[in-house]
Structure formats: C-alpha cells, structure tokens
C-alpha cells in the first residue's frame, strides 16, 4: 500500500450530541462572503452532494459524464479533500452507506488507502470511528470481504492502527478482527440500465441547484440564490459539513450586510426553511438567539414558528441564548413568553444552568456580570 506522507491540520471529529452545563453548538464562526469557486470544484461538490444523498444513480452518472475514477479524492470544502468512499463512511446515512460502497467499488473504487485529511485513517479506521457498535461491525465486515485487509496493520497520522482502534472502541469487534479470515462475495452485476442513467442525470441537475443555493449564501450573491430557488432547489438541503447545516443557517452566521438580510428574506419566504433542522436539532430561532439577532427572531416569530422549540440535548432558544450570554437575546425571548423553566434532557433549566457556571472560579469579572445579569431574567 503506498502511505500518504504529507501532513494535514484537519482534525476529524465524529458526530455527538451537545450536552451538559455549558456546551454550545457550534456554529460557523461570522463570516466574510466568499470568493466564487472553480467549475471544477463546484462539479466536485455536485459529486460530493451525490455520495452523501446517499444516490447511486446520480454517482454512477456523474463518474460517468466526467470520466473520473472514484478513488480520485474530491474538495468538499475550503483545504479538505475526501475520498468519495471517506464522504460516504462520515457523511452518508448509515442505512445506505453499504449501497454506496457498493457502487464505489463496482467503478473502480480501492478500500486499500489513506486519507491524508483526516489523521491518514483507512476505511477501516473510519468505519471503527461510527458511534453505533453495530453499524460499525457491518461497515468492518463489509470492507474486510471486500479485500480491505490491508489496512488492518497500517497506522494513521496518531499511531493507531485499526485493531489498536477496535480494542479501544469495540473490544468483541477487536477479537473477530484479529481472528479474521475474508469471505468472498459473488460478483456484482456490471449493467447499468438506461432507466437508471435517466434518474441519475435528473438527480445531478438537483445536486447541482443545491450546490448553487450554497455558493450563493457563500458568496452573499442574493440574485444566484433566486436563480437556485426559481430552478427548484431545496432550502432544506444540507451543507457538506458535518453540521449540516440548511442555507438559512449558513446565511444567519454571515456578517452584516444588506446583502445578508436580502438572502435572509429569500429563505425566509420559503416555510420549510423556517423550521428546518441542522444535525443537532438547532432550528434557526436557535441559532438567531445563539448569535443575538434580535430582530431577525422578530421575524421568525411574526412567521409563527416555535418560540420553545427544542434541539435535540433538549434546549431552547432561551438556554442557548442563556449560555452563550446574549442578553438581549435572553430579555426579548423572555418578554416574548418563552418558557423559562423548561429543562434540557439533563433535566436542567436554563437557569440552572446559569448557577453553575457562575460557580466557576475562571469566570471573568466580565462574564461574571454578564451571567448575573442574565440570571435575573430567568
């Protein structure tokens, strides 16, 4: 196996919920509008929107149209390049993960490599990372018996191979691995129907409009994000990232503008962006108080959504603005009638919460003043 020799920065987290006094979201930090990408790295994105859908027929297509081997890694953000089988191990819904492997491998795709942003894992390792132990050991058993062995001794960029992994992670999933003997599948079948070719092609022009309605928050271009909108794109498409994020989230976390606020009102005026869900269960009454805009959560409410809705660690918009300390968030929330002793899956109201932390002793005077303050509104 050729080992990748060039250092990266990306770190790899796996997926968890926020939980606990004091954990907030994390949200993209406030940006500046980006610079429009290349048409190659946008037709990468598409790919990459393909992989994580969880579509074959627009995968297959896509390889296809553009005469490119699925072992070639794609750009799926700023200085991060996967491998389409690392997208599908960290990015797909597991219930179609092996479908995808599937796929990848019957175009070409090797199990045998190393993802040089992401630590130089292998498959297996990224496989070994999946929270759940069972789709873990389906996701092993399927790469093993699909001659990705040669992975079992190879270690990533923290010296861990995939069974030092195992033991770790999966001590019963350790003990299969280091008595391993492969099993052959039977040949997958080649044809490629032209049904198929048909919806993979319809697929790819969807991908491609999300990927638009992306670019354009990205880029704080109100007219492209229109364009998208008129062309059919979904506001409740997801980001690449592993927040997925929907574009009315991205856009809330841009940096003022009146570009910005135009963008806001395009998302806004579809009704399924105003509720949509990011990974953690944030919708963007969440992320509005988090980042105290105050009147944007006007909005919102004017629009009728849920002023106690709740993430999926069991917060409100009340308990993020609380921990973030945004007062102003917090007293509008509160006037607004927001339910201030609501308690989080911890069994914690927000203002609980707000005691503890202001028995920690690293608070700054600042903070201190802050977190007092607010606690008298809660």
């Known amino acids: 196996m050729k080992i990748v020799k060039k250092v990266s920065v990306f770190c ?3 997926l968890g919920f926020c939980l606990g006094m004091g954990n907030i979201p994390e949200f993209t930090q406030v940006l500046a509008p980006a610079l429009a990408m290349s048409q190659s790295a946008f037709s990468e994105r598409v790919f990459a929107r393909a992989l994580v859908s969880g579509d074959a027929h627009a995968t297959e297509t896509w390889l296809a149209l553009n005469n490119q081997s699925p072992q070639l890694s794609l750009e799926v953000a700023p200085a991060l390049r996967l491998h389409p089988i690392s997208i599908v191990l960290t990015r797909t819904p597991w219930q179609k993960q092996t479908e995808m492997l599937e796929h990848l491998l019957k175009w070409g795709a090797n199990l045998n490599y190393q993802e040089p942003d992401l630590q130089f894992k292998t498959p297996l390792h ?5 929270e759940v132990e069972s789709q873990a050991s389906e996701l092993v058993r399927f790469i093993l018996s699909h001659h990705g062995q040669g992975a079992l001794g190879v270690m990533d960029k923290n010296q861990e191979t995939p069974l030092d992994l195992a033991r770790k992670r999966y001590p019963a999933l350790a003990q299969s691995l ?3 003997q492969s099993f052959q599948l039977s040949p997958m079948d080649l044809l490629y129907p032209p049904t198929a070719w048909a919806r993979g092609e319809k697929a790819l022009k969807r991908f491609e409009q999300e990927q638009i309605l992306f670019d354009a928050v990205a880029e704080s271009h109100p007219g492209k994000l229109q364009g998208a909108l008129l062309a059919g794109a979904s506001v409740t498409a997801r980001s690449l990232e592993q ?6 989230h991205s856009a809330i976390v841009l940096s003022e503008s009146p570009q910005k606020n135009a ?5 806004l005026n579809q009704e399924s962006a105003r509720e949509a869900e990011d990974w953690q269960g944030n ?34 918009p009340l308990a993020l ?14 006037k607004a009638g927001a339910q201030k002793q609501l308690a989080d899956s911890l069994g914690q109201s927000p203002a609980d919460i707000i005691q503890k932390k202001l028995e920690q002793p690293e608070l700054s005077p600042q903070e201190r003043q802050t977190q007092e303050a607010i606690l008298k509104w809660l």
């Open 263 to 267: 963008l806001i009102q395009l998302l």
């Open 283 to 316: 919708r963007p009454l969440h992320v509005a108080a988090l980042k105290g805009q105050v009147k944007l959560m006007e909005t919102l409410l004017k629009m009728g959504v849920d002023l106690n809705c709740r993430n999926q660690s069991g917060q409100t």
């Open 178 to 180: 280091e008595k391993f």
């Open 12 to 14: 790899f987290a796996s």
């Open 321 to 334: 603005a609380a921990l973030a300390g945004q007062i102003e968030s917090v007293v509008w929330l509160v």
């Open 126 to 130: 990224l496989a070994l990372e999946i």
């Open 243 to 248: 927040k997925w994020e929907t574009p009315l």
